[in-house]
């Protein structure tokens, strides 16, 4: 028996949510006294899976697996699962990760739980920690069934890393255009940016920037920081900055270790998809705004005057 584990890459690069996807089936693997599987498909990155846990590393490529098609790669990745005894599939939870582990646990009669961000506790049967309601609860979910398809919420786990090498063992899977009904015929990607998901740092900006000419000021704050920028949904909407960039209950969830929040309220439907931050600091002029209930800290002023001082003392500090 194993935990099979999909380590997801793009453009020849792991995501770092894999490496916590790797090392979360390691550590569960250990509570089993099962291996623990790393599988890659298509392009796969440099860095040796077995640093981060793997008792084995499977790279599987073919004609259909060139670029991300989850019905393809559900396939590929349900033979892997199936060929060896897999009970438990760990997917991150990512946009790839979201459509791929529903084909999954169809193919293997799995159970599915998504959101989680825990280690499962397997003392007495099987449970697993996950987020519910749009974040704001903890659900504990006794899973009976003997296989299981579980989603990781990104930077929800730690990551381990240590000198093993493991070999990589090439697979050529027989997917073929008969295996799927829908093709994606273009992917437009930006180039250059830390993406929203896998960032550890955000700075996001609201209404309170004025408008789009004021936005250099996050950009700046968050290259000085190396963070990713985010924004409400009233900024994307007026087309301040593009719909990629909107965090919310309608937009992106995301989980960094620090979310910057300058000029936005803090409706509950933004909190929806930021709420999980470990760490909040909230910049707005109103001292009632709804943000500095859930902040961990707050400065109580205006944007455009803060984050300029912001943005001086980390360079300061980095002097």
Known sequence: MAVVVYAES??????????????????????LNISCIAVTIGSKGNEN??????????HITGKMLATFNPQAYAKALSEIVT??????????QTYNGKSLAPLVAI?????????????????NGFTVKK???SSKAIAHVSINQEKKVLTIIPNSYHTTKDSTDVEILEIDTQV?????????????????????????????GGRGL??????????????ALGAATACSKPVSDMEWRPHSEHVGQTGITIKPNLYIAAGISGAIQHLAGVGSSKVICVINTDP????FKAADYGIVGNALEVLPKLLQRVKELKN
């Open 10 to 31: 793009d453009n020849g690069q792991y995501k770092k949510s894999s490496f916590e996807a790797i090392t979360y089936g390691k550590d569960l693997a250990k509570l």
């Open 49 to 58: 899976l077995g640093a981060f846990g793997a008792d084995q590393h499977m």
């Open 83 to 92: 060929t060896n005894n897999g009970t438990v599939v760990i997917v991150s």
């Open 107 to 123: 193919k293997q009669d799995a159970a599915l739980v998504t959101g989680i961000v825990d280690m499962a506790n397997t003392t």
């Open 131 to 133: 987020t519910t309601f």
């Open 176 to 204: 073929t255009e008969n295996d799927v009904n829908s093709l994606i015929v273009s992917t437009n990607k930006e180039i250059g940016k830390v993406p929203l998901t896998e960032a550890e740092l955000v700075i996001s």
């Open 210 to 223: 004025k408008g789009p000419e004021n936005w250099h000021m996050v950009e700046d704050l968050a290259d």
């Open 288 to 291: 009632e705004a709804p943000f």
